[in-house]
T-cell receptor, first 115, second 112 residues
Framework: DGGITQSPKYLFRKEGQNVTLSCEQN?????MYWYRQDPGQGLRLIYY???????QKGDIAEGYSVSREKKESFPLTVTSAQKNPTAFYLC??????????????FGPGTRLTVL | SQQGEEDPQALSIQEGENATMNCSYK?????LQWYRQNSGRGLVHLIL?????REKHSGRLRVTLDTSKKSSSLLITASRAADTASYFC????????????FGAGTRLFVKA
């Protein structure tokens, strides 16, 4: 059963803590993405990766970090430097990088709340 | 500023009616996609239309693309209560980069 999974579904963080959001896909997709969605808003790109061991900053990368050590996995760390991290985080993957007409497949999302 | 902007921001219709949502964008594109999002869930891809296409159909969905006006529309015919969701247009700019840009979405509410 192919797909893209995110965990946890809900995450609570105290101010000053780093937290890591998990994203795993078994679709054999090369490209993976992290987006942030705020209430009533569209998606804003945080980081994306076209291939293992390579990733690029998106529009709002400050306060976030990622790694791509395996094709299947693209974890996102929300650091204490991110001043307003409360949001809904979506991970996606595509066969080809965007710009090459790649439909994106999304995970179910992680809702992060800072206490 | 965002590449794609949807209009209207919100739409409320009765079951059985048609729903039309519009999207405008600013730069040249390779393709335009429409996605659906149920509340609190991830996005689901609905349809992709390439820059050299003018119209595309998929079931009850009809998408048009006018590259001269930099606009697209999504028509859902014979709407159902289950169509209640947010709908987003997303563009792949023809700038040599690798980013899809999403609009803020149209929230559709279909009353049974």
């Amino acid at each position: 059963d192919g797909g893209i999974t995110q965990s946890p579904k809900y995450l609570f963080r105290k101010e000053g803590q780093n937290v890591t959001l998990s994203c795993e896909q078994n679709l054999n997709h090369d490209a993976m993405y992290w987006y942030r969605q705020d209430p009533g808003q569209g998606l804003r790109l945080i980081y994306y990766s076209q291939i293992v061991n390579d990733f690029q900053k998106g529009d709002i990368a400050e306060g976030y970090s990622v790694s791509r050590e395996k094709k299947e996995s693209f974890p996102l760390t929300v650091t204490s430097a991110q001043k307003n991290p409360t949001a809904f985080y979506l991970c996606a993957s595509s066969i080809l990088p965007s710009g090459a007409s790649g439909e994106q497949f999304f995970g179910p999302g992680t809702r992060l709340t800072v206490l | 500023s965002q590449q794609g902007e949807e209009d209207p921001q919100a739409l409320s219709i009765q079951e059985g009616e048609n729903a039309t949502m519009n999207c405008s964008y600013k730069t040249s594109i390779n393709n335009l996609q429409w996605y659906r999002q149920n509340s609190g869930r991830g996005l689901v891809h609905l349809i992709l239309i390439r820059s050299n296409e003018r119209e595309k159909h998929s079931g009850r969905l009809r998408v048009t693309l006018d590259t001269s006006k930099k606009s697209s529309s999504l028509l859902i015919t014979a709407s159902r209560a289950a169509d209640t969701a947010s709908y987003f247009c997303a563009t792949d700019p023809n700038t040599g980069g690798f980013k899809t840009i999403f609009g803020a979405g149209t929230r559709l509410f279909v009353k049974a």
